[in-house]
Structures are given as structure tokens and as C-alpha cells.
């Protein structure tokens, strides 16, 4: 019932990959992609085999042919099989045949939106590290992760970008500052090259309506807790 907001609200593509994909069975894996089909929204990180669930969604954007891999690592046991639907799993060889037969498909952007991490923290744990630079390293141009319901840091490994997590855009945790609010990335290309990303801090109101803050005033409690977790992470 929700799905037509979503659509309303121009939503492209969702990462169906994180760990409560599986709550109402295989089923329910399925039923999830025909509606979004009906409503005409692309997704990805998920299907009914394990090749369909790694294979990337391609997007024409002006020309500029965008890859899209949704990858989870929260919950295994709802992963898709040779013969049963389920979520895309982040392993090192997984992101290295799949952005690869990204790019043969035709990607000219490959990006990967990891489900990850530990919720309500801000700092990355080990494994997030060491895959987001594994992507990076089997050709991602950038990684934009999500799961900790806190915006965590960001970095910048061999010239490409990684977001470890953006935090909630909408969702009804309202005890704290750090779970009402998030960033939201407006990234502008050049082609298929990436030439600006502006990081806009927003905060959710009534549960469900995301609205931008100004990241040197209201803002300022969200970006700060960016910019300290990525303390040694930056280039500046």
C-alpha cells in the first residue's frame, strides 16, 4: 500500500538487500518485486535465484549507463540460492564477478549500496572497511552503505568515495537526534565522472517526512558527528 508514495515521491531504484527482506518468507521476497514492477519502480539486490539477486540493475541516466548492486551482510540466512528468492550477499569474490559483469553488461557507473555495519554507532567496524575498499578495488565508483539507523563516516580510498551509512531517511525512531536525523547525497556527474557531491543533512518529521536542515546551523549536530567519525579518512 506503501509503495505508490514511494513512487509519487520519484523513486527510481531500491536496494531490496538488508536483513528484514525475508520476514514473511521466500514468498514475501517475491511478492516485494511484482509490486514494485506494478508501480513501475526498478530494483535490485535481490530476486528469485542467486544469479538474478547478483545481477546488477543498469540505468540509461542522460547518456551515462549507472550500475546499480544491492548487497547485504546483516542476515545470511535470507540470501537467494540457485532455486530459492532471497537478498545478494557482500563477500570479496561476490563484488568482484558482479561489478565485473557490471561492466561487461555495459555500466559506465557501477555503484554499491551495502547493508552493514552495527546499528547506533558512527564509526565503521573492520569488515564495512575492508569490504567498501574490496569494491572499490574490484572497480566500484563509489559505496553508499546504510543499516545503523546513524549516519556513520565517510572516506575517500584511491580517489573514490565511500559512505559508510546515510542513516534513516524515513523511518519512526524518535528518541534521538542521531536516529531522526541523516544525510541525504545530491551527487552531480560530468558524464560518468563525478565531479561534486554535497552532503545535505536532513531530519525526519511526523515519522515519515524527511526535511533538509542547514549543515552549519540545524544541521550542524549530524554533520559533526560525519566529520568526526571520518577524522583520518579524508584527504583534507
Known sequence: AYIKALKDAGIDWVSLANNHIGDQGRDGVVQTMANLDKRGILHGGAGNTFAEANTATLIDVGGVTVGMLGMDQIAPGYNATDNAAGSARITNTNLKRDIRAARKAGADVVIVFPHWGIEYRADPVPSQERLAHQAIDAGADMVIGNHPHWPEAMEVYKGRPIWYALGNLVFDQTWSDHTMEGITLELTFDGASLV?????????????????????GSGKVVMDQVWNASEGRLPW
Open 196 to 216: 561534486q557531491a554535497r552532503i545535505r543533512p536532513h531530519v525526519i518529521l511526523g515519522k515519515a517526512q524527511p526535511n533538509f536542515l542547514d549543515p552549519g
